[in-house]
């Protein structure tokens, strides 16, 4: 019976796993192992972080021709990148939006221990107009309105908004307004807070002989937004 | 006398952890949940943003006080203008709390610590001078917690990984709790 047994030998030298890849013969390298974790954590000479920076109102406030130095590269950027108004409003609309999304906590925080989250939407509007302008301008906004037609539009009107003071714009893109990047911190604030928007978008204020540069910006809020306000204004609250 | 304090983001992730034991009469600030209340601090307090949820638009405050509890645990909520949660679980006796009718077998409770149990804020987590206490715990966690964001490299939803911000917490919770 000698030929089973050889058969039986074969089969076993077939089912032998593969021998593992020598490296030493392929063209291949092995990886190095990889190097321990070191924290690339970097403190400054003075060990101070960004923690021990105080959060209440500085003293003085930025200097306008820094800020408008800014605003104009920011605006440049996005000219030079996009193809058209409605673009470059979208870019620097997005650019402010991170903003809103920080400001709402700062200035919270601010208020100190009277501090109170806008549940309402009047109250968040209240916040936007007031709060929030001061804390970005200075100054109130000059007027806030509800629209007649739609319930869910609000403007907010600001009859010589800060961040156009440098800013002249050629004729054939008389439709863009800047203050685009003012109506994405309002964006910002309302998503913040749980007031999530159909898009904030600022427009000129045509017409009027007095302020030239009267801007609105629109607030379009979520039908959802407006449910619940009209749920929690039927629940008596 | 242990806690367990978690920042939930806007999408209801994780966003940092930390537990600890409590500094108060003579306590030593390590936590000591049991090996299984590890995974079900964080079920239970995934569990109360529900309530948080429902209460966000009753209050203006930013404090929502104590919002659920289950069994011996007691969790606080600090909800910020930007929809993001402080949740605080606080849990006076952890070895004593049965989280399943499953017996596991862990040291019996040390008669020192029931004693102290007593005299210390969550034996009675409904009290003003607890409220009180997380309060200010919650209002210090805050201030770091917007020095956190402030910084133009964070974005919404990013997980804390800082060790000073974690160092903050930890001496916030060492000055109240």
Known sequence: MPAPTTATATATTNNNPPTPLDFKESD????????????????PASRKSIYDRALSRPPSSTSLPAFAHLFNTLITYHHAKSASVSEIEGRLNRAGYPIGIKMLDLLLYRQGGKAVRPTRLLDLLQFVHGVLWRGLFGRAADA?????????????????????????????????????????????????????????????????????????????????????????????? | MSYYFTIIGTRDNPLFELDFGTSK????????????????????????????????WATKELYLRRVDT????????????GNVKFMLLMNPDP????????????????????????????????????????????????????????????QVNQVVTSPIFRGRVATAAKKYL
């Not at chain 1, 911190?185 to 017409?207: K, L, N, P, R, Y």
């Not at chain 2, 289950?70 to 203008?81: A, D, K, R, S």
């Open chain 1, 144 to 237: 806030l309105e509800q629209s007649t037609s739609k319930r869910e539009e609000y403007m907010i009107v600001d009859n010589e908004p800060v961040v156009n003071t440098y800013i002249s714009i050629p004729k054939e893109m008389s439709q863009l307004n800047c203050a685009a990047f003012v109506a994405g911190i309002i964006e910002g604030v309302c998503d913040a807070s749980g007031f999530g928007t159909e898009g904030v978008s600022a427009h000129w204020g045509e017409g009027d002989e007095m302020w030239p540069g009267k801007t609105i910006f629109l607030l379009r809020f979520q039908e959802k937004v407006v449910e619940r306000e009209e749920g929690i204004k039927a629940a008596g609250g």
């Open chain 2, 95 to 154: 070895a004593a709390t049965t989280y399943s009718a499953y017996q596991t077998t862990s040291p019996p409770s040390r008669p020192a610590t029931a004693r102290q149990s007593t005299t210390m804020l969550a034996a009675n987590p409904t009290s003003q001078q607890t409220e009180d206490a997380v309060r200010q715990f919650m209002f210090e966690v805050y201030e770091s917690w917007v020095k956190c964001i402030m910084n133009p490299f964070y």
């Open chain 1, 28 to 43: 291949t390298i092995p990886l190095p192992p990889p190097k321990p974790f070191q924290p690339s954590l970097r403190h």
């Open chain 2, 70 to 81: 289950f069994q011996n645990n007691h969790i606080h909520c600090f909800l910020t203008g």
């Open chain 2, 25 to 56: 009469i003579g306590g030593d600030g390590i936590a000591r949940f049991r090996d299984e209340a590890k995974h079900m601090n964080q079920f239970i307090v995934h569990a109360a943003l529900d309530m948080v949820e429902e209460a966000q």
